[in-house]
Protein backbone atom coordinates (compact mmCIF):
# COMPACT_ATOMS: atom_id res chain seq x y z
CA UNK A 1 0.00 0.00 0.00
CA UNK A 2 1.10 3.35 -0.74
CA UNK A 3 4.80 3.99 0.44
CA UNK A 4 5.83 0.17 0.90
CA UNK A 5 7.94 -1.54 -1.94
CA UNK A 6 9.13 -4.80 -2.63
CA UNK A 7 10.48 -6.39 -4.88
CA UNK A 8 10.99 -8.33 -7.72
CA UNK A 9 7.35 -9.13 -7.72
CA UNK A 10 8.18 -12.82 -8.94
CA UNK A 11 11.36 -14.39 -8.35
CA UNK A 12 13.08 -18.11 -8.99
CA UNK A 13 16.04 -19.86 -7.61
CA UNK A 14 17.82 -22.70 -7.50
CA UNK A 15 17.12 -25.32 -4.13
CA UNK A 16 19.85 -24.67 -1.97
CA UNK A 17 20.91 -21.11 -2.54
CA UNK A 18 20.09 -18.31 -0.07
CA UNK A 19 18.17 -15.42 -1.27
CA UNK A 20 17.08 -11.90 0.24
CA UNK A 21 13.36 -10.29 -0.31
CA UNK A 22 13.60 -6.22 -0.36
CA UNK A 23 10.94 -4.37 1.81
CA UNK A 24 11.27 -0.39 1.39
CA UNK A 25 8.98 2.22 3.48
CA UNK A 26 8.54 5.99 2.93
CA UNK A 27 5.87 6.13 5.30
CA UNK A 28 8.33 6.88 8.89
CA UNK A 29 6.46 3.54 10.12
CA UNK A 30 8.31 1.61 13.46
CA UNK A 31 7.23 -1.49 13.12
CA UNK A 32 7.71 -3.51 10.15
CA UNK A 33 6.86 -7.21 9.87
CA UNK A 34 7.67 -9.96 7.51
CA UNK A 35 4.91 -12.82 6.52
CA UNK A 36 4.51 -15.99 4.69
CA UNK A 37 1.43 -16.96 3.19
CA UNK A 38 1.02 -20.35 1.10
CA UNK A 39 -1.99 -21.34 -1.04
CA UNK A 40 -5.44 -21.76 0.39
CA UNK A 41 -3.44 -20.43 3.91
CA UNK A 42 -3.40 -17.47 5.87
CA UNK A 43 -0.71 -15.29 6.94
CA UNK A 44 2.06 -16.68 9.39
CA UNK A 45 4.45 -14.15 10.86
CA UNK A 46 8.39 -14.84 10.35
CA UNK A 47 9.62 -12.17 11.89
CA UNK A 48 8.77 -8.39 13.12
CA UNK A 49 10.63 -5.38 13.96
CA UNK A 50 9.51 -2.57 16.60
CA UNK A 51 12.48 -0.31 15.93
CA UNK A 52 15.74 0.19 13.96
CA UNK A 53 18.75 -2.52 15.21
CA UNK A 54 15.95 -4.71 17.20
CA UNK A 55 13.84 -7.75 15.62
CA UNK A 56 12.04 -10.26 17.06
CA UNK A 57 10.91 -14.03 16.01
CA UNK A 58 7.59 -14.75 14.48
CA UNK A 59 5.81 -18.32 14.69
CA UNK A 60 7.90 -19.69 11.69
CA UNK A 61 11.72 -17.99 12.46
CA UNK A 62 13.78 -21.32 10.91
CA UNK A 63 15.52 -20.76 8.32
CA UNK A 64 15.08 -17.62 7.88
CA UNK A 65 17.03 -14.28 8.57
CA UNK A 66 15.81 -10.62 9.06
CA UNK A 67 18.33 -7.23 9.38
CA UNK A 68 16.94 -3.84 10.53
CA UNK A 69 19.86 -1.41 9.99
CA UNK A 70 17.76 1.57 8.81
CA UNK A 71 13.90 2.69 9.76
CA UNK A 72 13.12 2.01 5.97
CA UNK A 73 14.06 -1.02 5.52
CA UNK A 74 13.82 -4.80 6.50
CA UNK A 75 15.10 -7.09 4.40
CA UNK A 76 14.05 -10.88 4.39
CA UNK A 77 17.03 -13.90 4.03
CA UNK A 78 15.48 -17.00 2.91
CA UNK A 79 18.48 -19.27 3.39
CA UNK A 80 18.97 -22.97 2.06
CA UNK A 81 17.77 -24.22 5.81
CA UNK A 82 14.46 -23.61 5.07
CA UNK A 83 13.30 -26.76 3.97
CA UNK A 84 9.74 -25.18 1.68
CA UNK A 85 10.92 -22.12 0.41
CA UNK A 86 8.27 -21.46 -1.93
CA UNK A 87 5.65 -19.15 -1.22
CA UNK A 88 4.26 -15.67 -1.43
CA UNK A 89 6.03 -13.19 1.00
CA UNK A 90 4.65 -10.57 2.26
CA UNK A 91 5.79 -7.80 4.14
CA UNK A 92 3.91 -5.24 6.24
CA UNK A 93 4.01 -1.91 8.47
CA UNK A 94 2.44 -0.55 11.33
CA UNK A 95 2.22 2.63 12.83
CA UNK A 96 3.75 3.28 16.17
CA UNK A 97 1.09 1.78 18.77
CA UNK A 98 -1.18 0.55 16.60
CA UNK A 99 -2.17 -2.92 15.06
CA UNK A 100 -3.36 -2.02 11.39
CA UNK A 101 -1.24 -3.87 9.23
CA UNK A 102 -0.34 -2.12 5.76
CA UNK A 103 0.81 -4.79 3.51
CA UNK A 104 3.45 -4.20 0.65
CA UNK A 105 2.76 -6.13 -2.93
CA UNK A 106 4.58 -9.20 -1.89
CA UNK A 107 6.78 -11.11 -3.52
CA UNK A 108 6.33 -14.93 -5.11
CA UNK A 109 9.37 -16.96 -4.80
CA UNK A 110 9.38 -20.27 -6.44
CA UNK A 111 12.80 -22.38 -5.51
CA UNK A 112 13.29 -24.89 -8.37
CA UNK B 1 -1.22 -20.25 21.98
CA UNK B 2 -3.86 -17.63 21.48
CA UNK B 3 -6.27 -18.72 18.40
CA UNK B 4 -8.02 -16.99 15.97
CA UNK B 5 -10.50 -19.08 14.09
CA UNK B 6 -12.57 -18.01 11.03
CA UNK B 7 -15.73 -19.65 9.40
CA UNK B 8 -16.53 -20.47 6.72
CA UNK B 9 -13.23 -21.24 4.85
CA UNK B 10 -14.71 -20.94 1.19
CA UNK B 11 -18.25 -19.54 0.24
CA UNK B 12 -19.96 -19.68 -3.29
CA UNK B 13 -22.91 -17.01 -3.55
CA UNK B 14 -25.05 -15.68 -6.50
CA UNK B 15 -24.67 -12.31 -7.46
CA UNK B 16 -26.90 -10.31 -5.39
CA UNK B 17 -27.04 -12.57 -2.34
CA UNK B 18 -25.75 -12.11 1.17
CA UNK B 19 -22.69 -13.67 2.40
CA UNK B 20 -21.46 -13.73 6.29
CA UNK B 21 -17.89 -14.08 7.46
CA UNK B 22 -17.11 -15.12 11.43
CA UNK B 23 -14.11 -14.83 13.87
CA UNK B 24 -13.58 -16.35 17.02
CA UNK B 25 -10.79 -15.58 18.97
CA UNK B 26 -9.99 -17.91 21.83
CA UNK B 27 -8.86 -14.64 24.45
CA UNK B 28 -10.58 -11.33 25.04
CA UNK B 29 -9.33 -8.90 22.36
CA UNK B 30 -8.39 -5.11 22.41
CA UNK B 31 -9.39 -4.93 19.33
CA UNK B 32 -10.01 -6.70 15.49
CA UNK B 33 -9.29 -5.76 11.81
CA UNK B 34 -10.94 -6.86 8.76
CA UNK B 35 -8.56 -7.00 5.92
CA UNK B 36 -9.03 -8.24 1.93
CA UNK B 37 -7.10 -9.97 -0.25
CA UNK B 38 -8.10 -10.06 -4.35
CA UNK B 39 -6.99 -12.47 -6.07
CA UNK B 40 -3.47 -12.55 -6.86
CA UNK B 41 -2.76 -9.57 -4.27
CA UNK B 42 -1.69 -7.99 -1.12
CA UNK B 43 -4.20 -8.00 1.97
CA UNK B 44 -5.69 -4.96 2.44
CA UNK B 45 -6.59 -3.12 5.51
CA UNK B 46 -10.57 -2.72 5.79
CA UNK B 47 -11.57 -1.48 9.02
CA UNK B 48 -10.49 -2.01 12.90
CA UNK B 49 -13.17 -2.19 15.74
CA UNK B 50 -12.29 -1.40 19.37
CA UNK B 51 -15.33 -1.33 21.72
CA UNK B 52 -17.58 -3.77 22.70
CA UNK B 53 -20.76 -4.59 20.52
CA UNK B 54 -19.04 -1.93 18.20
CA UNK B 55 -20.93 -1.99 14.61
CA UNK B 56 -19.23 -0.24 11.50
CA UNK B 57 -20.79 -0.06 7.96
CA UNK B 58 -18.77 0.84 4.95
CA UNK B 59 -21.32 1.09 1.82
CA UNK B 60 -22.40 -2.69 1.77
CA UNK B 61 -20.05 -4.02 4.50
CA UNK B 62 -21.46 -4.15 8.02
CA UNK B 63 -18.88 -5.03 10.59
CA UNK B 64 -19.59 -6.23 14.42
CA UNK B 65 -17.96 -6.91 17.41
CA UNK B 66 -19.36 -9.26 20.18
CA UNK B 67 -20.17 -7.66 23.52
CA UNK B 68 -17.16 -9.93 24.96
CA UNK B 69 -14.97 -8.91 22.34
CA UNK B 70 -14.14 -12.55 21.26
CA UNK B 71 -15.91 -12.89 18.25
CA UNK B 72 -16.62 -10.19 15.45
CA UNK B 73 -18.45 -10.72 12.07
CA UNK B 74 -18.37 -9.13 8.53
CA UNK B 75 -21.77 -9.22 6.45
CA UNK B 76 -22.12 -8.26 3.15
CA UNK B 77 -25.35 -7.35 1.40
CA UNK B 78 -26.15 -7.83 -1.94
CA UNK B 79 -22.79 -8.83 -3.04
CA UNK B 80 -21.23 -7.93 -6.39
CA UNK B 81 -18.98 -9.69 -8.06
CA UNK B 82 -16.09 -7.04 -6.86
CA UNK B 83 -16.46 -8.48 -3.96
CA UNK B 84 -14.76 -11.80 -4.76
CA UNK B 85 -11.77 -12.29 -2.56
CA UNK B 86 -10.46 -13.54 1.01
CA UNK B 87 -11.63 -11.80 3.90
CA UNK B 88 -9.39 -11.92 6.93
CA UNK B 89 -9.84 -11.32 10.20
CA UNK B 90 -7.17 -10.35 12.70
CA UNK B 91 -6.39 -9.50 16.76
CA UNK B 92 -3.40 -8.69 18.72
CA UNK B 93 -1.37 -11.59 19.56
CA UNK B 94 -0.73 -12.72 23.23
CA UNK B 95 2.79 -11.72 24.36
CA UNK B 96 4.41 -9.72 21.57
CA UNK B 97 3.75 -5.43 21.10
CA UNK B 98 2.05 -5.03 17.67
CA UNK B 99 2.02 -8.35 16.73
CA UNK B 100 -1.54 -9.53 15.67
CA UNK B 101 -2.70 -12.74 14.31
CA UNK B 102 -4.55 -14.11 11.48
CA UNK B 103 -7.27 -15.81 10.96
CA UNK B 104 -7.37 -18.92 8.10
CA UNK B 105 -10.06 -16.27 6.18
CA UNK B 106 -13.14 -16.98 4.12
CA UNK B 107 -12.63 -17.26 0.43
CA UNK B 108 -15.78 -15.46 -0.70
CA UNK B 109 -16.68 -16.27 -4.58
CA UNK B 110 -19.47 -14.97 -6.44
CA UNK B 111 -21.37 -16.29 -9.26
CA UNK B 112 -22.19 -13.84 -11.52
Known amino acids: DGGITQSPKYLFRKEGQNVTLSCEQN?????MYWYRQDPGQGLRLIYYSQIVNDFQKGDIAEGYSVSREKKESFPLTVTSAQKNPTAFYLC???????????FGPGTRLTVL | GQQVMQIPQYQHVQEGEDFTTYCNSSTTLSNIQWYKQRPGGHPVFLIQ?????EVKKQKRLTFQFGEAKKNSSLHITATQTTDVGTYFCAGPSNGGYQKVTFGIGTKLQVIP
Open chain 1, 92 to 102: AISSTGGHEQF
Open chain 2, 49 to 53: LVKSG
Open chain 1, 27 to 31: LNHDA
